[in-house]
């Protein structure tokens, strides 16, 4: 029984084992070849391995990757690695001035960018790191992103639109928030992304809710579920009956609020 044990607590650790002998085989050729092509194949070998589980070697690797691109002219190479760097530098490593300072690097080649989607995310992914620096900045980059995409580039539009809405709604500025999570939630439902449909629409109810225009947030949201039902979307139905329920919380109808729980725990045990 002992030698079972043994032998399945080795199972378990030898895939984490041939991860970590797979690493350090092809850093060993990063580190060792002079060919410019083979090092950045097996630099990308190493990030895509080191993804989501070492970020310092991921962090460190990618900006060895987009270095070398760029010495070899391989713009769009080194654009795609700085917009998956934009995450992990921002939000797991809180240094969005990084982030920005190597998009920037690659963004002063803009003109070798052919590829509609490369270009705007470049912005994009600026516009998501500035937004914790400086929301009228990440306003800026958002316009930037979608004055770039494409007509392929649908989705990425739809995003952009709804974080642009968001920095506009943190500003206060309801107006131009309001148009651009419309513009998200038509495109969205276009492409039938219905969660984030969901997401858009919730954005800009929350802009009425917590301005206190209760009735103009509950015939909003009314709409909101009469489309999601429509869509037999039931599941997604909890968000909009609990956002209710708070704002007859607020407004101290306690029989209201305990309706509108009730409606949201059934949807949720539907699902």
Not at 36 to 61: E, G, Y
Not at 74 to 92: D, G, H, P, R, T
Request: hydrophobic share 35%.
């Amino acid at each position: 029984m002992k030698k079972i044990l043994v032998l399945f607590f080795i199972l378990l650790e030898y895939p984490t084992i041939g991860l970590s002998q797979d690493i350090q085989h092809y850093r060993s050729i990063a580190d060792t070849t002079h060919n410019a092509q083979l090092k950045l194949v097996a630099l990308d070998s190493v990030i895509s391995k080191s993804r989501n589980i070492d970020n310092d070697s991921f962090i460190v690797f990618s900006i060895q990757y987009i270095k070398l691109a760029k010495e070899i002219d391989s713009i769009e190479s080194a654009a795609k690695k700085a917009m998956n760097l934009q995450y992990i530098l921002s939000v797991k490593k809180n240094d969005s001035r990084k982030a920005i300072t190597i998009i920037d690097e690659v963004l002063a080649n803009k003109y070798k960018i052919k590829d509609s989607f490369l270009l705007g995310g470049l912005y994009l992914k600026r516009g998501g790191a500035n937004y914790r620096i400086d929301i009228n900045e990440s306003i800026k980059d958002y316009t930037k992103a979608l004055n770039n995409f494409g007509q392929k580039d649908s989705i990425y539009k739809a995003d952009t639109y709804l974080f642009r809405g968001q920095a506009y709604s943190n500003l206060g500025k309801f107006v131009p928030a309001g148009e651009d999570y419309k513009k998200a939630y038509t495109l969205f439902e276009a492409l039938k992304d219905y969660q984030y449909m969901l997401f858009s629409q919730q954005g800009n109810i929350t802009m009425y809710s917590i301005n206190g225009f209760y009735d103009k947030a509950k015939k909003e949201r009314t709409l909101l579920i009469d489309k999601l039902t429509e869509l037999k979307l039931d599941h997604l139905l909890v968000m909009p009956y609990y956002n209710q329920s708070l704002d007859y919380k607020k407004q101290g109808d306690k029989k209201l609020q305990k309706k509108y729980l009730l409606k949201a725990d059934s949807s949720l045990t539907d699902d």
